[in-house]
């Protein structure tokens, strides 16, 4: 089954091809007009992709004509809602254009069958979702089949890279450039202080960690900064990641599972990837392509939704906080 998917939560236009679970065409077209206000700036965002959206999707229909398409799969939530709105319309457009199905798609659950594109993992397995909105921490008993167990309780884990970054001058977004800065950097330069989670035994916190940073940096001089900013990047990034895996180790524990799925953008960390594969014996990561936001992961989602006799109504709209 082919479906024609679109991506648009947030500040990537993405526009895809698939069938079933294999990936024909994926185009996305990464935002570059918010890196100087460090952050996304959601007027600009929405703007962006009617711009990109039409270029994306006449690209993709190079490769697999339009009456092939069998079904149309969007992102509508979580999200941004002026972004979501988008692909929304776009999407049911289509739709109608080529009388053919279409289903609204939850982010998270794309973030979840990104996995499925390269990996055959058997059920159930945990699902640590990592990116710029969301730190949640999934069981999955089956496809379709969640209950999410631990979640964030104040930034998520890619904010708070993203705002280290902003606080060390290194330009959004910067969980890459922390990445990249902190290989040739000593982790144990700066000690951060274990978060104190006040409710939930698998949630997160990382405000505490990114204030820790703030104080730190106070009375540092601009020089010194300069001069130990991998040592600051790789401690920072430490401390972010341990508390990510921490928490995953003891869900493994309480739930018996040891079979481990790390997903959405931040699952493209380096160190983050090296300490799981060290530490859990089954640990799958998206392919690099589909960690950051991918209308890849919302097709095959679509596919499997579609082929199962999920439909979605022409009233569906932008849910800005929909949960899994
Ligand atoms: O999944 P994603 O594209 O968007 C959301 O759904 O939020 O994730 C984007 C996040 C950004 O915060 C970005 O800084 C982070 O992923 N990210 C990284 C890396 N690559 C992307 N964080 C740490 N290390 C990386 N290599
Ligand atoms: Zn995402």
Do not use: W
Not at 227 to 249: K, M, N, P
């Amino acid at each position: 089954m082919k479906i024609l998917a679109f991506e648009t939560s947030c500040d990537e236009t993405s526009v895809a091809i698939v069938e079933d679970f294999n990936v024909i065409v994926n185009y996305t077209r990464q935002q570059l007009v918010h890196s100087e206000f460090g952050g996304v700036v959601p007027e600009l965002a929405a703007r962006e992709h009617i711009r990109y959206i039409y270029q994306l999707t006449k690209l993709a229909l190079k490769e697999v004509s339009l009456s092939e398409i069998e079904g149309i799969a969007f992102t509508y939530g979580p999200g941004l809602a002026s972004s979501l709105l988008i692909g929304i319309t776009f999407g049911k457009t289509i739709s109608q254009l080529i009388n053919k199905p279409f289903i609204g798609i939850n982010h998270l659950e794309g973030h979840i069958f990104s996995i499925f594109i390269n990996n055959k993992v058997d059920f159930p397995f945990l699902c640590l979702i990592v990116s710029g909105g969301h730190t949640e921490l999934v069981l999955v008993e089956d496809f379709l089949k969640y209950k999410v167990i631990g979640y964030t309780l104040d930034d998520a884990i890619g904010e708070a890279f993203d705002k280290g970054a902003k606080m060390l001058n290194l330009g959004y977004p910067g969980g890459p450039t922390i990445d990249k800065l902190s290989k040739s950097g000593n982790k144990d330069f700066i000690k951060f202080p274990k978060p104190k989670i006040k409710s939930g035994k698998f949630n997160f916190s990382f405000s505490g960690i990114k204030t820790s940073l703030r104080l730190y940096l106070k009375d540092k001089s601009e020089e010194f900064i300069k001069e130990h900013i991998s040592d600051i990047c790789a401690s920072y990034q430490e401390a972010l990641i341990d508390t990510v895996l921490d928490t995953t180790l003891k869900a493994i524990k309480e739930y018996n599972i040891s079979r481990i799925c790390v997903v959405a953008g931040v699952s493209l960390n380096s160190r983050l990837r090296e300490k799981f594969k060290e530490q859990i014996d089954e640990v799958y990561f998206p392919l690099p392509e589909y960690c950051m936001d991918n209308a890849a992961m919302i097709g095959v989602a679509g596919a499997y939704r579609l082929k199962k006799g999920y439909r979605s109504n022409l009233d569906i709209s932008a849910e800005p906080n929909l949960e899994l």
